[in-house]
C-alpha cells in the first residue's frame, strides 16, 4: 500500500493543460491511495476540480479543506456540498465525514480541516490581517463586528474541529488494535512546525497559522496510546516542516508553491 500525500495544490491557480501534466505525475508515482492536506482550490471550483482529478487518476481521493478551499463561500454552505461530493462520487472522500480509512497492516487514515486559532503568538498586537476575513463569508461578518469577534470565531471554528477530531481518534482507539494512524489535517498544531523560511513563525503571524486546540489533543491522545505512532500530515504554511514533541506523535507539513503543485511524499503502509 502507497499513500500519496499533497498539499496546498491551489489547482484553480493552474491551466488545464498544466493540471493534467500534474494528475499524470500523480498517475506515474503507482500509488494506492491519496491523501490531500487541504488548499485544493476555493469553494466555485473545488467540487469540480476534484472530480476532474479523480477521473484523471483514478484512484481514491481522501481530503480535508484548508481556509482557501472556503474562499468566495461560507462554511456551512461548502461543507454540504463536500457531503454530497462524498455520497456521489465513489473516489472522493471528504474525511470528517468519511470517517476512519483502514489501510491495513493495524494502520489507519482520519482527518479534520482545522482552524488557526489566535492561541499561539501575539495576536492583540498582531498587525497581520489575512485574506480569510475578507474571502470566508464567516470570518467576514465576524470581523466586521471587530477584531475580537474575529477572534472569537476562528476558536469557535477551530474548537469544534479540534473537539471532533479528539472523538474520531478516542472511537477509532477503542474499537480496534492500532499500531499507527495517520491524521490529515491542514494547519500546523504546533508553533515549531508552522515554518518561514526555515525559522518558526514570529509572534505576528503564529496566531493565524497554528492550532493550539488541535495541538492540545494530539499531545493528549498521544500520551495516553504511548503504543501506536500518530504520523501528522499538515500544510497551510507552504513551508516544509517536521517537529516530534513526542517520541510516537510525528508532525510533517509540506511545502507549496503557488502555481507549482507538487507530490510532497509517498508513504508505504
Avoid at 29 to 44: C, E, F, R
Avoid at 222 to 231: G, P, W
Wanted: charged share 20%; glycine share 6%; aromatic share 8%.
Amino acid at each position: 500500500m502507497k499513500l500519496i500525500w499533497l498539499t496546498d495544490t491551489h489547482l484553480n491557480f493552474l491551466h488545464k493543460e498544466d493540471r493534467m501534466s500534474f494528475y499524470q505525475k500523480i498517475k506515474e508515482t503507482s500509488g494506492n491511495k491519496v491523501v490531500i492536506t487541504g488548499d485544493i482550490a476555493d469553494a466555485p471550483s473545488i467540487s469540480s476540480l476534484l472530480t476532474e482529478m479523480a477521473k484523471a487518476i483514478n484512484i481514491p481521493i481522501y481530503f480535508v479543506l484548508g481556509n482557501h478551499d472556503y474562499y468566495h463561500g461560507s462554511v456551512d454552505l461548502v461543507r454540504q456540498e463536500m457531503i454530497a461530493l462524498t455520497e456521489q462520487e465513489p473516489l472522493l472522500h471528504w474525511l470528517p465525514i468519511a470517517g476512519v480509512q483502514h489501510l491495513g497492516h493495524e494502520t489507519i487514515l482520519l482527518g479534520q480541516d482545522t482552524w488557526a486559532d489566535g492561541r499561539y503568538g501575539d495576536y492583540a498586537n498582531s498587525l497581520v490581517s489575512l485574506n480569510d476575513s475578507r474571502m470566508i463569508a464567516d470570518l467576514f461578518q465576524s470581523k466586521i463586528l471587530g477584531k475580537y469577534a474575529l477572534l472569537d470565531k476562528m476558536q469557535e471554528l477551530a474548537d469544534k474541529d479540534a473537539n471532533h477530531l479528539k472523538v474520531n481518534l478516542i472511537n477509532a482507539i477503542k474499537n480496534q488494535t492500532l499500531k499507527k494512524i495517520i491524521i490529515a489535517l491542514h494547519v500546523p498544531p504546533f508553533p515549531e512546525a508552522s515554518l518561514y523560511e526555515g525559522k518558526m513563525s514570529n509572534d505576528d503571524f503564529l496566531p493565524f497559522f497554528t492550532s493550539k486546540a488541535t495541538g492540545d489533543v494530539l499531545l493528549q491522545i498521544s500520551k495516553e496510546n504511548r503504543d501506536i505512532e500518530f504520523l501528522v500530515l499538515c500544510g497551510h504554511t507552504h513551508s516544509k516542516a517536521y517537529w516530534a514533541p513526542r517520541n510516537n506523535l510525528i508532525v510533517k507539513v509540506g511545502a507549496a508553491d503557488y502555481g507549482k503543485p507538487e507530490i510532497q511524499e509517498t508513504i508505504s503502509i
